[in-house]
C-alpha cells in the first residue's frame, strides 16, 4: 500500500510540469504571432505609405477635421525597460488632433481678420460704416486709394478694430513696431492676445489698434531673394486658380483633392495649426527670415521646429477653413512672391 502511494505521489509529480511547459508554449506562440503581425503592420506603412483608405480619404479631401481623425491617443512603444514613446504615423493627425493630444493652442492671426467679397454697389467709405472702421482702415489694409473701384467679387480684408495691419520681420520689436504706428505697445500685446511683448515671430501679422499708417516703414532686415529661391509647392502643371491677393497670396491646383504639397525651399517650420479662414496650416521659416505659408491643407506632415529641405512633402492639399475648393494658398511674407500674376 505504501508503495502504491508513492507511485501515485510520483505520477502527479510528473503531471505538473508537462502542464505548464504546454501552457508556456502556447503562450510564447501568442507573443510571437503578434510580434510578427505588428512587424508586418508596421513594414507595409512604410513601405506603401498610409493605409489605402487614408489615401483615398485625403484624395477625396475627406480628412479635413480632428473629428474625421478623431482625437485618439497615441500607440505608446517602449523605450528601454522604464520610458513610453508616443508613437504616431504622421499623415494620421491633424493639428487639431496633435493640439488636444500635446496641448498645442497656435494661431496665425491672434485676433482674426475678416475677410469679405464685395457686393454690387459696396465702396469703401460704405463698408467702413457697416463694419464700424475707419476709411483709412479699409484702405490700408488693402493697399486701396480714396479714388480706387472696388470690383464685383473682390476679397477684401476687414480689420476688427480701425488702425491697421503690421507684418513681423525678422528682429522687429513691439517698441519699434508701437513707435512707427505712433501706437503703444500695451495696446499692441494686449489685442493680439500676445504673452508677452517678444511673444512675436518673423511672418506674424500683429492689428495695431488705433495705428496710423507710416509713410514709410524701415527697410526689413532680410537678404534678397532671386525669383529662382523657390520651387513650385504643388507637382505639375500646379495651375494657378487665383491670382496675387490678401497676404502676398496666389491659390493653387491641379482639380484634386489631397495633392502633395511642398516646401518652396529649404528652412525651419515655424509654425502649424488651424485658423479660422486659413484652416490647417503650415509655416516655414527660411535662412534669410522670409516665410512661406501653406493653407486649407487636409492633413500636417511636419511638426514645429523640424528641419524640411527643399522640395519635401509637408501636407497634402485639402479645403480646410475659408475655402470653396481643394487647393493650397502659399504666401511669401517678407518678400515677392515669384508666381503672382
Known sequence: MKRSLREGSSTKQGVHPLLFVALGAIFLFGMVSARDARQQSASALLAGGPPASLREALRAGQVSSSARLGPEAPELVMVGQTGVLASTPPVSVTSKVLGAIVGQVDTDIHAEVFQYEVEQGDTSPLLAKKFGVSLSTILWANDLKETSTLKLGQE??????????HLVRSNDTISEIASWYQATAESIVEFNHLDSPSGIFAGDFLIIPNGIMPK?????????????????????????????????AVDMANGACGESVYAAAAGTVQKTGYTRIGGNYVRIIHANGVVTYYGHLSAILVSPGAKVFQGQIIGYTGKTGFASGCHVHFEVRGAANPFAK
Open 216 to 248: 514709410t516703414l524701415p527697410q526689413g532686415r532680410l537678404t534678397p531673394l532671386a525669383n529662382s529661391y523657390f520651387i513650385w509647392p504643388l507637382p505639375a502643371p500646379h495651375r494657378i486658380t487665383q491670382g496675387l491677393h490678401a497676404f502676398n
Open 156 to 165: 477684401l480684408l476687414i480689420l476688427p478694430v480701425s488702425g491697421t495691419l
